[in-house]
Every structure is written in C-alpha cells, then in structure tokens.
C-alpha cells in the first residue's frame, strides 16, 4: 500500500472515515430522523451514479481514508448496491466497507452484499415491541428486521452490531431488554444519545438520556468494565460485561468526542460534509460533471479538510451548561435523511 501523508485539519484530526450517503429514501419513518409528513425527495438524476461515487472514494483514499461505511436513507433501496460494495471494495488502500441499515431487505440482500465484499453490518434497532417499534418507525414491522439479523449473521456479515438511538419517554425502559437481546444473539449493543441532528426531530434536552443514566441502569443488573484497548477515533465508548458479551455507549452530547473525529461524509448528492450537525457542504458533484480531474477534486477535497474547524458537540455540551442554556435552532443543519448517519 502506497504511504499516503496525513491530511490534517485546523485541531490536526486526520481524515480516516468516509460515510457515504448512496440515497435519501428510507422505507421507515423513524420519529428521531424523518418525523416530518412530506419531503422534498433529490431528483434521481441529481444522485451520485455508482462510477462518481467509485471515482470520489478513490480520491478520498489517496487523501487517507480506509474506511469507507454505506449509509442512507435506507442504503438497501439503492438498486443493484452489491455492484457498488464490489467497486468500493477493490480500491486498494480501503481496508473496511460496512453498511448501516434498518435491516428490513437484509433476508434477501445480505449474501449478495456479502459475496460482493460488505464486510460488516450495523444495524438500527430502537425497540424489541412490536407496536412500540411500530410506532417509532411510523410505517415498519419489527419481525423482517430481527429476520434480517439472523440472515445477516449466517452470511458473515460479523460482528453484526445494532444501535438504539434511547429517547426519555419513549424506549428508555427498555436498555436492559436490548442489552439482554444483544447478549442472547452475540450481537454488540450500542447505545446513542438523542441528539439534535437536523432541525425536524424536535430535540430538547428533557428528551436526552444521558450516558451516565444509561451505565446506572445496566449496573443495576449486570457487571462491566470499561474495554482494555483505547477507544482511538471511534465514536464509541465501549465496556465488557462479567460472563460474556459487550456493548458501547455513542455520548456525543454529555461527552463529545470532536476532539479525535476523523469522518467525512458525502451525500447523496454529491456534497462532501465535514460534520454531523453541518449546516451545507462542498458540493462535488457539479465539478466532476463539468469534466473536473482528479487533481482538481482532490485539491477541494484537501481545502476543505484542511480548513475545517467543526467542534460543534464540545460548543453544544457549553451552552447546555451556561446559564441561558442551549437553543437547538440557532443553526440551521442538514437533516439526517439527506445527511446519512
């Protein structure tokens, strides 16, 4: 593998990550992520084809990323996906492609994605009742997805792990049920704070189970100790439990971790964000259809990193803690359907 020179940004977070939005269409209508009744969807002729995504991920590369993760919207809607991992896959210095999903098409598409060179699945899981699931995704049955697991398991998607995204009110009885769900299925639990992605979901502070909360309810039943090995530029803090098995805990509000965030992402659309709570990106798209080389997007992509100062959650958690307290619509952000996670 050719030795590629560190891009730096303005705090010296290298870029390592690249999260790759391949459609804004989800067949869930999670209440944290789409609570709205209609959406203005990007016109398909506006997407990134899978060469522009192919030939933007090579790029990226030679910049330092080597993880490469499929997000959406729902990733699986994306026709003919398994050609996509396949190109992504063969680019040499990328070491991991995985895929964060709902899990609702995973029965049929988990072998092909796998043979193509998926290497893992993460897998969106915020409820284990039928009628509570139901209501949280507005639209979806829990049954596919636990089908979706199990198949995603056997064709050696692994470790299969799942996030669930704890709301006060809405499934925080349930962090032990998950845990235990996990344990029982050797699947990795995490666990995410409620955070103000977009502008839609309505976040207010109240709604926020913290990570310290979280840890409280666990330690109630089980025992656990935080990993051996440093928790490095992953968003997780991750602990393992006496007897077997492990989960994480995402705290981005009560614990930002801005401070060794090496993700990038690209929309659907072709804009390059250098954060989750961003309120607009370097759009790429228009350049590389106007016959940009490789040179060139390689040049934007580099100022653009190397001029970034993202550090929202460490400025959230200080308003949360000031006296006048934090307003969640002071910036306008990018909501998480045409994001991706």
């Known amino acids: 593998m050719k030795r590629v020179v560190a891009l730096l940004d303005q705090f010296q977070r290298p870029l390592r990550d690249l999260r790759i939005s391949v459609t804004d269409r989800c067949n869930f209508r999670c209440t944290y992520c789409m609570p709205l009744d209609e959406y203005e969807w990007i016109h398909k002729s506006q997407v990134l084809t899978f060469e522009e995504i192919t030939r933007l991920a090579g790029i990226f590369a030679g910049l330092g990323v080597r993880k490469i993760r499929l997000t959406g919207g729902e990733p699986l809607l994306r026709k003919d996906l398994p050609r996509l991992v396949e190109a992504l896959a063969g680019i040499d210095s990328i070491t991991d492609v995985c895929m964060t999903t709902n899990a609702s098409r995973l029965v049929e598409m988990a072998k092909p994605l796998a043979d193509a060179g998926l ?32 198949t995603a398991k056997e064709a050696g998607l692994g470790p299969v792990k799942l996030n669930a995204v704890i709301e006060r009110g809405v499934n925080d009885d349930e962090i032990v049920d998950l845990l235990e769900f996990a344990r029982s299925n050797e699947l990795e639990l995490r666990y995410i704070e409620f955070m103000d992605v977009g502008n839609a979901n309505q976040w207010h502070s109240s709604k926020l189970v913290p990570k310290a909360e979280i840890l409280r ?17 992953a968003p997780s803090t991750d602990y393992e439990i006496s007897g077997g098995g492990r989960f994480g805990v995402i705290a981005s509000v009560t614990e930002p971790f801005c401070g060794d965030c090496s993700r990038a992402r690209l929309t659907a659309d072709g804009k390059f964000v250098t954060c989750l709570f961003a309120g607009d990106g370097r759009d790429l798209k228009v350049p590389i259809r106007a016959g940009a080389s490789d040179v060139e997007l390689r040049s934007a992509i580099e100022n653009v990193w190397r001029a970034r100062t993202d550090r ?30």
């Open 119 to 150: 290497g893992r699945v993460t897998v969106s899981l915020d409820s284990l009742r039928p009628e509570r699931f139901r209501a949280i995704t507005q639209r979806a049955e829990l049954q596919p997805v636990l089908d979706g697991l199990q």
């Open 217 to 233: 309810t666990i330690a109630a039943v089980y025992d656990f100790d935080p990993v051996s090995e440093p928790r490095g530029s």
């Open 312 to 341: 929202y959650s460490e400025q959230r958690l200080v308003e949360l803690q000031s006296a006048k307290g934090y307003q969640p619509q002071r910036q306008q952000k990018i909501e998480m359907i045409s994001l991706g996670g």
